[in-house]
């Protein structure tokens, strides 16, 4: 799909909310953040309140260059569903496309856990390396817990595809169904050496990303090897960087690809809106919403992350309508 227990003192502790300042600015500055609402907090404070006890949540809302304006528990581990895989994105990226030797350094003891070579491959748009040798293994981690149907629809829709197209699909789900698009982002962690590699990556190219960790392949089982998980702050340092066009060891191109692939569209303000959601409806179900707006006072960046720790599309879709009444109050006008 596309254990703490929040209580009315905790909401009122952990939420806190912080006021950009005023600064000098230039003809070529962007104009500084304006301040947010005073009333901001307590109405995200009431929202996630009204979900009752069980419900968890973690915000990040702030600016770009990492200054935020609003934050709740952004440190706080929360299950990160689908959402992570704009981490992936960057990471894949970076692995295949015909850029510059990245200055980044890779721990030369990471571990293979996978029988996919590394081999580096020229472009995002030839195949992606070891791809089909995994789409015709049954028994490899990435696909085994799939059904015979899915795993013959993924063949069909990803075989032989680029490492652009199967980018999309792990993203969007363009063209694909539920399971071929999970199986999109598990092709991508397997040619990444598997779930401990990638989360090695990730730490190893922004340290500001060490509150995530992919800990299984996309719908194998959540309890098996733990969940993948992701702060409010760190997953808002993905799109941040992203939204700043500066991510380390990416050239300019590699970083507009990635910007592409993200991209949906314009919201009602006119702002151009890139991001990557997530949703689990089995326990804890799970929604979260990451991403970034660029309107006429710069980028804006968001990762709100909801959980409850019942199970149940009930449950799951409580938990989308209190995500969206966030985001829609972070982004008011003003």
């Known amino acids: 799909m596309r254990a703490r227990h929040c209580t009315t003192s905790l909401l009122a502790i952990g939420l806190t909310l912080a006021l950009a300042g005023c600064r000098a600015t230039s003809a070529a500055a962007p104009p500084a953040a304006a301040p947010l609402p005073a009333g901001l907090a ?37 299950p990160a569903a689908s959402a992570i895989k704009a981490a992936f994105l960057i990471e894949v990226f970076a692995a295949q496309a ?20 590394f081999v580096p491959q020229a472009g995002l ?28 629809t993924a063949r069909r829709l990803l075989g032989g595809q680029s490492t652009r197209r ?11 169904d539920n ?26 190219r922004d340290p500001r990303c060490r ?34 066009r500066r991510v380390a060891g990416l050239d300019a191109a590699t970083v507009q690809a990635c910007r592409a692939v993200l991209a949906d569209g314009a919201d009602r303000d006119g702002r151009a809106v890139f991001r990557k959601d997530g949703a689990l ?17 710069g980028a804006r960046v968001f990762a709100i992350l909801l959980a409850d720790d019942a199970a149940g599309v009930a449950t799951g879709a409580r938990l989308e309508a209190a995500a969206q009444r966030i985001e829609d109050l972070l982004f008011a006008p003003r």
Do not use: C
């Open 42 to 78: 307590e109405q995200v404070k009431a929202v996630v309140a009204a979900l009752g006890p069980r419900a968890r949540a973690a915000v990040w809302f702030g600016t770009a260059d990492g200054d935020a304006l609003l934050t709740w528990n952004a440190d706080t581990p929360m």
């Open 211 to 244: 509150g995530l960790q992919v800990r299984r392949y996309m719908l194998a089982d959540r309890r098996a090897h733990g969940d993948n998980e992701a702060t409010a702050a760190a997953l808002a340092a993905v799109h941040a960087a992203l939204a700043s």
């Open 281 to 297: 409806d089995s326990a804890p179900a799970t929604r979260t919403r990451a991403g970034w707006r660029d309107g006429r006072n």
């Open 125 to 152: 748009d030839a195949p992606l390396a070891g791809a089909d040798a995994v789409l015709g293994d049954g028994a490899h981690p990435a696909i085994a817990h799939f059904t015979p149907a899915q795993r013959a």
């Open 179 to 204: 399971a071929t698009y999970n199986v999109a982002a598990n092709l991508v962690t397997a040619r990444l050496g598997g779930p401990a590699a990638l989360t090695q990556r990730l730490h190893a």
């Open 166 to 176: 199967i980018a999309e699909a792990m993203i969007s789900g363009a063209g694909v």
């Open 98 to 117: 015909s850029a510059p030797p990245s200055p980044l350094a890779i721990p030369p003891a990471m571990p293979t856990l996978t029988d996919v070579p």
